[in-house]
């Protein structure tokens, strides 16, 4: 299945991107977009536990199922006052 990435922030930086397209096994989960992405920029991988992911526009958890085609959001912490 291909799903499209997007990376916001510090993450876009990470990535090199903004946004790409990931191949993945059909079946695949969040977690397994975020390690695809993590093997290929080990640094990455230390943002997870801040990050915030939305599938098709919505907050989901790393263990949420992909689809082809969907859209997979990276949201790093924002701060504001």
Known sequence: MRIR??????LRELLGVAERTLDLPG?????????????????????R?????ARNGQLVAF????????????LPPVGGG
């Open 27 to 47: 079946g695949a989960s969040v977690d397994d977009a975020w390690s695809a992405l993590a093997r290929e920029h080990p640094r990455f991988d230390r943002e």
């Open 63 to 74: 263990a949420e199922g992909l689809a082809d085609g969907d859209e997979l959001a990276l």
């Open 5 to 10: 990435v997007l990376a916001f922030a510090h």
């Open 49 to 53: 536990r801040s990050t915030r992911v």
